[in-house]
């Protein structure tokens, strides 16, 4: 007599389809990095010192941004006015982030917790964010001076908006099931806020504070470009106005690095506080 097949046994070969993973796609990370930086110098380097196809001024070689790059590190190691420069800029942005982060994460409250917010604020929010924000510039430097603080102001009126979008989806984030779990154990509304919608929310409110991250620095240098000040924006102003574009190149290249510590500074808190969500890939930065 034959024994019955047992069910959790596979009767035949596994017919699962995986999909094929393309060449480009099993190049090691650091690897298409550096090559994709290689492809990148060589075709600047040949369209600007080979073949002269691209006049200096308008683009330099990069032997010649490396100059200034070499230049502008020396002028920071030694403290001399260009360090001052950069943490004047490093304090327009870090109080600009932060001033961003508050009015833009209790605004997102208010919008996804109450019908006013939503019906009433929202409409007055996406206006506002629609407008041309260089435009500001000049009110904001008449209120506040030719001081740093015009400069907060405008870089945290930029990077508001996305907290605020964030912030409102992520209360949004939790499931009916759960809301109607927390109101039949009778907790608050408070309560259910506090301990369900923000740490639901927490994966959407760290993607506005990155994109906040980077438009933070899209203000600074604004505000330090059409207001004056002591600041990279400044310097970069400067050079271009005596139209020395390595230098120009080498103090972009100095504050990129300046926006990526911020960036990644909140990657890194994502990842201590929202380490629970299996949703972020791996490896990836965002």
Do not use: C
């Not at 330099?60 to 490396?66: V, Y």
């Amino acid at each position: 007599m034959t024994a019955a097949p047992d069910p959790a046994t596979p009767s035949g070969p596994d017919t699962t389809w995986v999909e094929r993973e393309a060449f480009i796609d099993r190049i090691p990370r650091w690897v298409a990095m550096l090559g994709l930086a290689v492809v990148v110098i060589g075709i600047w380097d040949l369209a600007t010192a080979r073949m002269g196809w691209v006049s200096p001024i308008i683009l330099p070689s990069p032997m010649e941004t490396l100059e200034d790059l070499v230049f502008v590190g020396k002028n920071l190691l030694t403290g001399d006015y260009m360090l001052q420069a950069l943490w004047t800029t490093t304090r327009t942005v870090f109080w600009a982030f932060l001033i961003a982060t508050g009015i833009g994460f209790s605004l997102g409250v208010l919008v996804g917790e109450t019908k006013f917010g939503e019906r009433a604020v929202m409409p007055y929010l996406v206006a506002i964010d629609t407008m041309p924000k260089v435009a500001f510039a000049p009110l904001f430097i008449a209120w506040l001076g030719f001081d740093i603080s015009s400069k907060v102001a405008l870089a945290a009126f930029i990077a508001t908006f996305p907290i605020v979008v964030s912030t409102a989806a992520g209360l949004y984030a939790a499931g009916e099931n759960e809301r109607m779990l927390f109101k039949a154990m009778g907790a608050t509304r408070w309560q259910t806020l506090l301990r369900l919608k923000l740490p639901t929310g927490l994966p959407h409110i760290f993607t506005g504070l990155k994109i906040a991250s980077v438009g933070v620095m899209a203000g600074a240098i604004t505000g330090e470009f059409l207001g004056g000040g002591q600041g990279f924006g400044a310097l970069i102003r400067q050079s271009a106005s005596q139209m020395d574009t390595p230098r120009v190149f080498a103090l972009i290249l100095y504050l990129s690095l300046l926006g990526l510590a911020l960036y990644f500074t909140v990657v890194w808190m994502q990842k201590k506080l929202v380490f629970w969500n299996k949703a972020d890939r791996p490896g990836g930065v965002m």
